[in-house]
T-cell receptor, first 114, second 114 residues
């Protein structure tokens, strides 16, 4: 079965430190990978995506993600965390077996403390 | 500004009642989606529609119904058959299929069954 996993329910980081939110996937064929962010009681906002090309993808708000085919990972990173980055982050992958719909991970709560 | 409008933002329902959640978009997107969000479970797809007058069941369609009579509108009815309807419901749209195209989300509707 095709799936995506976010192994950490919560990540805690001090402001100014680098952050990483982990994501691993399992799909057949070439993966289409996405990161979305959700602030409390709001919908999700798109951060970045990987379809093909450079393994390092740059997105909104200074975030980037590294696609690693051998490790089937797509970790979200930011060099210097801000308190305002505190939110719920979702990784998603295209389900190639069911009309191209997205499969979402369970989400990772990022908390950035001053 | 283009976007997705969901209403109501908060809704309370007595057991045994049907309720309808509204979703309207002015993005001229072809595809629309309904997701359910529960704590720690990520987003699960309820129904999706890629064209007017056509829609498909997602992973958790039981107890829900939809219609797509207009391109702009994709209302979701939560019926009395849905055993545990208390959740946060998110509507989304995309230009084409979600697998290759970015989803735009509404702000969500929180349904509580009393």
């Amino acid at each position: 079965a095709q799936s995506v996993a976010q192994p950490e329910d919560q990540v805690n980081v001090a402001e100014g430190n680098p952050l990483t939110v982990k994501c691993t996937y399992s799909v057949s064929g070439n993966p289409y990978l996405f990161w979305y962010v959700q602030y409390p009681n709001r919908g999700l906002q798109f951060l970045l995506k990987y379809i093909t090309g450079d393994n390092l993808v740059k997105g909104s708000y200074g975030f980037e993600a590294e696609f690693n085919k051998s490790q089937t990972s797509f970790h979200l990173k930011k060099p210097s965390a801000l308190v305002s980055d505190s939110a719920l982050y979702f990784c998603a992958v295209r389900d190639t077996s069911q009309g191209g719909k997205l499969i979402f991970g369970q989400g990772t709560e990022l908390s950035v403390k001053p | 500004d283009g976007g997705i409008t969901q209403s109501p933002k908060y809704l309370f329902r007595k057991e045994g009642q049907n309720v309808t959640l509204s979703c309207e978009q002015n993005l001229n997107h072809d595809a629309m989606y309904w997701y359910r969000q529960d704590p720690g479970q990520g987003l699960r797809l309820i129904y999706y529609s890629q064209i007017v007058n056509d829609f498909q069941k997602g992973d958790i369609a039981e107890g829900y119904s939809v219609s797509r009579e207009k391109k702009e509108s994709f209302p979701l009815t939560v019926t009395s058959a849905q055993k545990n309807p208390t959740a946060f419901y998110l509507c989304a749209s995309s230009m084409g299929r979600a697998g290759a195209n970015v989803l735009t989300f509404g702000a969500g509707s929180r349904l509580t069954v009393l």
